[in-house]
């Protein structure tokens, strides 16, 4: 096939990342310069093989704080979390990648270089041209510098946890917080399958009794934090929660923290793992949730959950055994059916993974017809000879 694959840290679970037969992989392994930090206007120009947690150390030395945070922040790069516009833990109070991206110096499919979006905290001249490069997963440009949007850094925030006897218990208590109206700045949920992995591996001394579990967080200051935990922690006892607790203590919460970042790895270690990434409304988690649980029993599979539960970004992992390829084809029929209980549900293919080559047939199934010839269309203009990330992100027509 050919073509151009811009390269950041190859953390991708859809397949964007991925190398095509007979491509150009274009690394950015070298170009991790901080170049400029801006604290009155409250950006930074950073070049894309820059980290994300390294840098929201270096801006932290600033107070200041750049919120995107996938839950493997210690790896991709801010060019990798911009072509999959990454979202992370974060997402459910302060938004996904796109929403902090100011401006991006690229490279179009026709070899120019040229600087789309702006600087000022406000504008609206022209075409949104930078939103529409952020998400793009590489295929219509190649992003070789970005201007950031900052924040200052959060109060240390309070953590709420809930032991919960089921996964639609605690789908319950999410569709609680929503209807609450406190926006907590983090909503996870972690079942049993991956609290055991990570115990196994790790020795963090977290294994519960409970089926699933809710790791909520409030970093509002003061009075209006101690509210927030309280309206959380009675949401979560709406939703049946067998067990309730809040805590300050940094240490305690950052266990809960890291056996969330590190559920995906953990996993791997049972066999092959088929990540899903799928996004619903808040309203109808449970429901989903529920569906999940019979599609696993129904192909006769392992599925763990991890999940962006705050904004209903949903992560089934589907485990197989290592060397089974009957299970396997099992695996993927689940994936298959997980996609279309959440397209049922009102929801999309991915939340924050991107399409790569992993969620083609799962995009087609979304996307009109029309819409997909627009994708085309928008494709044929910035990059007409089809050289960058070919076959990757859209369907193809027809």
Sequence with gaps: MGGIRAAGAGTGLSGAANASAGCIVLTFERMTRIVEVAPAEKWVRVQPGVVGDDLRAVLAEQGLWYPPD?????????????????GGMCCVKYGVTGDYVRELE???????????????AKGVAGYDL????????????????????????PHPPLTIAGHFDSL?????????????????????LVDEHCLRAVDDWKHLGLSLEARAILIGRTDAP??????????????????GASFVAVSSDALESEALYAARRLAYPALERL?????EDVCVPLLVVPDVLALIGDIGRRHDVLIANVAHAGDGNLHPLIITPPGDDAARVRAQRAFDDIIAA???????????????????????AELSPAVVDLHHAVKDALDPHGILNPGKAIPPRG
């Design 70 to 86: 996938p839950a493997s922040s210690p790896w991709p790069t801010i060019g990798g979390n911009i072509a999959t516009n990454a």
């Design 106 to 120: 690229v490279v179009t499919g026709t070899g120019e270089i040229v600087r789309v979006g702006r600087r000022t």
């Design 130 to 153: 930078a939103s529409l490069i952020v998400g793009s997963e590489g295929t219509l440009a190649v992003v070789t510098e970005a201007v950031l949007r900052l924040r200052p850094l």
């Design 168 to 188: 639609i218990d605690a789908g319950r208590a999410v569709t609680a917080v929503a209807e609450s109206g406190v926006i907590p700045s983090v909503l996870e």
């Design 222 to 239: 003061g009075e209006l934090g101690a509210h927030e935990a309280r309206v959380l922690s009675e949401c979560f006892a709406a939703g």
């Design 271 to 275: 066999g092959p793992v088929l990540t």
């Design 342 to 364: 959440a397209l049922a549900a009102g929801g999309t293919v991915t939340g924050e993974h991107g399409v790569g080559l992993l969620k083609l047939p799962g995009l087609a």
